[in-house]
């Protein structure tokens, strides 16, 4: 079946520092990725949709500065937490479709976890 | 606006009774249901969709758009069930991006 791989799992970093998260689809092509938050026992939050050769378009409330997404191929997604605050501490999701089946479910990455120090 | 409500976080059973997650939705045109698992240390993923009308690991889910609900349900639960549940929406946009709810945690007792 259709496999995200979200990179890395789990990552600690300083606060003011940046940080890249990596999301692939690895047997499907996607046009349209999705990256989600969770804060502990909460609901995943959509942040944004993330689209191959253009720009993210951000949920309301999401900081486009701080969460800087590429999808520069049909494979990769990243989002980059730039200057990172304790506050950015959680649980980062990315999901995608497989762009040969428009009414496709999403497949989703194991997610990240990062916590900022 | 498109929101999802799941009125339970945690949900106990004993192995053998029936189940049923609570899922209501809102949505002003004809919205997409979805119902995800996540089982412990594994990553989301999808469980059923209601245009497939489909039943999963004997799991059920009935669109009732007059309730505007989309009830998981399964006659007998295994202890195998145990895990978090996310009812989830789409629309008809062109993103197609997935409103999820906030999640029930279900037991399945011995």
């Known amino acids: 079946g259709a496999v995200v791989s979200q990179h890395p799992s789990w990552v600690i970093c300083k606060s003011g520092t940046s940080v890249k998260i990596e999301c692939r689809s690895l047997?499907?092509?996607?046009?349209?990725m999705f990256w989600y938050r969770q804060f502990p026992k909460q609901s995943l939050m959509l942040m944004a949709t993330?689209?191959?050769?253009?720009?993210?378009?951000?949920e309301q409330g999401v900081e486009k500065d701080k969460f800087l997404i590429n999808h520069a191929s049909l494979t990769l997604s990243t989002l980059t937490v730039t200057s990172a605050h304790p506050e950015d501490s959680s649980f980062y999701i990315c999901s995608a479709r497989d762009r040969r089946q428009g009414s496709s479910p999403l497949h989703f990455g194991n997610g990240t976890r990062l916590t900022v120090t | 606006a498109q929101r999802v409500t799941q009125p339970e976080k945690l949900l106990s059973v004993f192995k053998g009774a029936p189940v049923e997650l609570k899922c209501n939705y809102s949505?002003?045109?004809?919205?997409?249901l979805f119902w995800y698992v996540q089982y412990s240390r594994q990553r989301l993923q999808l469980l059923l969709r209601?245009?497939s009308r489909e039943s999963i690991k004997g799991f059920t889910a009935d669109l009732n758009k007059g309730e505007t609900s989309f009830h998981l349900k399964k006659p007998f639960a295994q202890e195998e069930d145990s895990a978090m549940y996310y009812c989830?929406?789409?629309?008809?946009?062109?993103?197609?991006?997935?409103?999820f709810g906030s999640g029930t945690q279900l037991t399945v007792l011995p």
């Open positions: 993330s689209n191959e050769g253009s720009k993210a378009t951000y």
């Open positions: 949505y002003s045109g004809s919205p997409e």
């Open positions: 989830a929406l789409t629309g008809r946009g062109s993103a197609r991006q997935l409103t």
């Open positions: 047997d499907f092509q996607a046009t349209t």
């Open positions: 209601h245009i």
